[in-house]
């Protein structure tokens, strides 16, 4: 099948759906054809995409013969995102006599995010036949309200109106006329409503939990979830308790949750505790948490009090298998219910928890601090005092205990003693003040960044100071340079050099200084801090002291903005060209220029071969193995990137870093503290494969910032449609991904390739 129209691929994925709605549910292979492109067309389409490069040659290709590569550039000129493409793909819009070019240029259009499009899309969204069109001019407009400025709040208003009345007048016919539904039109209608937050949006996402479909009633549901909007909420609180698919049953919960839905505690209380989908209990057991009544702690507690039995009858299966998942979330929502009660029983399940979950889970961390602030300070700072115990449990306890006093900031706001204790154990134990309390420091640094955050949200006198000494060089090494390639050593007066600290503790100190007032000495850390980062393996920091320094809006700091452009990372020259905009120090966008590939046109060869093969990869874990076949042809450089990682054994051994029972697992991160990557960045392939359950994609931090990190979803999410390369499925052992927990081990990934 060619990238084919969101028309046939829905309708295709609706009636899999429809046909088993089971978690083991598998959607058969679909085998596509091989490109109908020459190659060497989709070659300089593929270098020009991956350049980010808008040209004379792709504008070419808008107008070919052929409308396959009027198609594929189309969807070229969106991922490249360059606001000069726009009339073109707005004459394709309007003119092309394919409907499936059309609905492509409305796609790419919305990608641009540019105002300039909209009245065009406005046109074709209320006035084209084909629905398919009208719906990715719908799903457009939702972007680009999406990425209006605050400034421009009437006109994403006005936008957002234009969504409504295509919902309204799409749910009327059907009603009226008993008109059979365009699904694109509503599905699709409904996320661009998501997206632009009209108001009385809600009135209008309330009338599709009438639909027949549950797909429909699903995303109305999200929809009125993530705008945390009433309407809804009489229809939620029987579809929570009744309706047959548990997605549905979940996104019911999240609305009631959502709006804090008193009447609904006894149907989320039943739902947490006896649902038989995971999902759904999930989903609940959160909306429990947002209502905070007391009256859900008994029956809590006695849930998980029969998870951890049952865990901990065969040691050492503790911590392993979904009910993991599901006992931080009930962790979680005791700690929010019973917030300052000190209730004893409460705090003692927990205690048993935090040795289930071996200290390394901030759930329960947090629950802890938030119950009773004073029990858990008193526990923790003799802990905290003994760096024998970071050094044998390791960054993950470090991170998790920050993240509890943190909290204590939060909890106990008063400038107290005990508020004293909890500043001075954090910076004891992260090493802030190492010198001061005579002590050395064997502190991990991943377990770092947490503490700065938990030191600062305490607000202490001399937080700058200590966030201004975290961007120095950090500590010595004798003899030659030490390295891997990109590591940045300064010769000393020692014979040896100086090291940076880690990448992610920079970052985070210059987001954190970004956050405080301006000041010269602010400005002068910064500027400092950036050569230095430029030379990172990664460009976490380089861009965090970029944001940083924006906000110090000063003539010195614009300056050190400016020596970014010369950097050869394509994201932090464009970076700093759009912070030096926003401050109004200047266009710099023609500085920008294109991004200096790493691919080869042996690789745009490669990757463009696998169209039309069944190419899977099996990902062994440690709780059993599960089977992605990739999309070439809608992603082909994100899949040939995942396969030389699996080939050269990049993901084997790693920790599993995150897991969010109904949305997602993550993995791929060589650190495990899900900041990690390969060394470099990849383009973004934005394509129109929706995030249905068992969707692969490619985690990011902003545009074309994708590398080695993969995410799984448990459960459609229409609001990641669009927005993050879809590039593979899961097509066997969904059931594994479901039971999947943080902490659990990639063993290997196991590439095949067949003709």
Same mark, same amino acid.
């Given at each position: ?6 028309? /046939? ?6 009636? $899999? /759906? ?26 300089? @389409? ?22 396959? !590569? ?6 070229? =000129? ?24 059309? #609905? ?7 990608? @641009? ?15 084209? #036949? ?33 969504? $409504? ?75 929570? &308790? ?20 008193? #009447?609904? %505690? ?41 998870? $951890? ?20 979330? /009930?962790?979680?929502? !005791? ?53 024998? %115990? ?53 502190? !991990? ?81 910064? =500027? ?31 300056? =050190? ?49 696998? @169209? ?13 193995? %599960? ?15 995942? /396969? ?19 949305? !997602? ?29 068992? =969707? ?20 459609? #999410? ?32 196991? &590439?095949?390739?067949?003709?």
């Amino acid at each position: 099948m060619q990238l084919g129209s969101y028309r /046939i691929a829905l309708c295709a994925l609706i009636l $899999l /759906i429809a046909s088993s709605t089971t978690a083991s549910a598998q959607k058969p292979r679909i085998n596509r054809p091989v490109s109908a492109i020459p190659t060497n067309v989709l070659l300089r @389409i593929m270098r020009a995409e991956d350049e980010r490069r808008w040209d004379k040659d792709l504008a070419s290709l808008l107008t070919d013969k052929s409308a396959q !590569v009027r198609k594929r550039a189309a969807l070229a =000129a969106g991922r490249i995102g360059d606001e000069r493409a726009v009339p073109a793909l707005v004459e394709l819009l309007r003119k092309d006599r394919e409907d499936d070019v059309r #609905q492509m240029a409305a796609f790419a259009l919305g990608e @641009i995010e540019s105002a300039l499009a909209a009245d065009a899309l406005i046109e074709a969204a209320r006035a084209d #036949q084909v629905s398919y069109v009208r719906a990715r001019a719908l799903e457009a407009l939702g972007k680009i309200a999406a990425a209006l400025p605050p400034a421009d709040e009437a006109r994403r208003q006005a936008i957002g109106q234009i969504v $409504l009345d295509a919902l309204t007048t799409e749910r009327q016919a059907i009603v009226t006329a008993s008109g059979v539904a365009n699904l694109e039109v509503e599905l699709l209608g409904l996320t661009a409503a998501l997206r632009a937050r009209p108001k009385d949006a809600g009135k209008v996402l309330a009338l599709y939990l009438s639909s027949v479909d549950w797909r429909v009633r699903a995303d109305a549901l999200n929809a009125l979830a993530r705008l945390r909007l009433k309407d809804g909420n009489g229809e939620a609180r029987k579809m929570v &308790v009744d309706h047959s698919n548990p997605i549905v049953r979940a996104n019911a919960a999240r609305v009631l949750g959502a709006t804090e839905d008193k #009447q609904a %505690f006894d149907a989320l209380l039943d739902r947490a505790l006896h649902d038989e989908d995971l999902r759904v209990r999930v989903s609940a057991i959160r909306a429990l948490g947002s209502l905070k009544d007391e009256r859900a702690l008994e029956p809590l507690l006695l849930r998980g009090r029969a998870l $951890l039995t049952y865990k901990r009858t065969v040691p050492p299966r503790i911590g392993i298998g979904s009910e993991q998942n599901e006992l931080l979330e /009930i962790a979680v929502t !005791v700690g929010r219910t019973m917030q300052g009660t000190e209730n004893r029983l409460a705090f003692d399940w927990l205690r048993n928890l935090r040795v289930a979950t071996k200290a390394t889970a901030p759930e329960v961390e947090l629950a802890l601090a938030r119950s009773s602030p004073k029990l858990y300070l008193s526990e923790e700072k003799t802990r905290l005092l003994n760096d024998a %115990f970071f050094s044998a449990q390791g960054w993950r306890v470090l991170s998790s205990v920050m993240q509890g006093f943190g909290e204590l900031a939060k909890v106990n706001p008063g400038r107290d003693e005990e508020r004293k204790k909890a500043e001075d154990a954090i910076a004891h134990a992260i090493c802030l003040k190492w010198k001061e309390t005579g002590g050395g420091c064997g502190t !991990v640094d991943k377990g770092v960044p947490d503490g700065l955050t938990a030191y600062a949200a305490f607000k202490p006198s001399d937080l700058d100071q200590l966030l201004r000494k975290q961007l120095e060089l950090g500590y010595h090494s004798w003899g030659p340079s030490p390295g891997p390639k990109g590591i940045y050593a300064v010769p000393d007066e020692h014979m040896g050099y100086t090291m940076p600290k880690d990448v992610i503790i920079r970052s985070t100190a210059a987001e954190l200084l970004g956050n405080l007032p301006p000041s010269p000495e602010n400005t002068k850390a910064l =500027a400092a801090a950036l050569p230095i980062a430029f030379h990172d393996e990664m460009n976490d920091a380089a861009l965090a002291i970029l944001d940083a320094l924006a906000k110090q809006k000063s003539a010195a700091a614009n300056d =050190a903005i400016k020596t970014a452009l010369d950097s050869s990372d394509h994201l932090i020259r464009r970076r700093a060209a759009a912070l030096l905009k926003a401050n109004g120090a200047g266009d710099f966008s023609n500085r920008i220029g294109k991004v200096q590939t790493r691919n080869t046109q042996a690789d745009y060869r490669r990757a463009i071969a696998r @169209i039309g093969k069944h190419v899977t990869a099996t990902v062994v874990t440690s709780k059993g193995s %599960f089977v992605i076949e990739f999309l070439p042809e809608d992603a082909p450089l994100t899949a040939d990137n995942f /396969i030389k990682l699996a080939r050269k054994g990049f993901f084997n051994g790693q920790t599993i870093p995150r897991v969010v029972p109904n949305f !997602v697992i993550q993995a791929g991160d060589p650190r495990g503290d899900t900041n990690g990557g390969p060394g470099y960045s990849i383009r973004c392939e934005i394509n129109e494969v929706p995030y249905e359950r068992a =969707a692969v994609g490619m985690a990011l931090s902003g545009k074309d910032t994708g590398g080695s990190q993969w995410f799984v979803t448990h459960s459609p #999410q229409p609001h990641l449609d669009g927005g993050y390369t879809v590039f593979g499925r899961v097509i066997r052992g969904m059931d594994v991904v479901d039971r999947i927990a943080r902490g659990d081990i990639i063993r290997r990934v196991i &590439v095949n390739e067949k003709n």
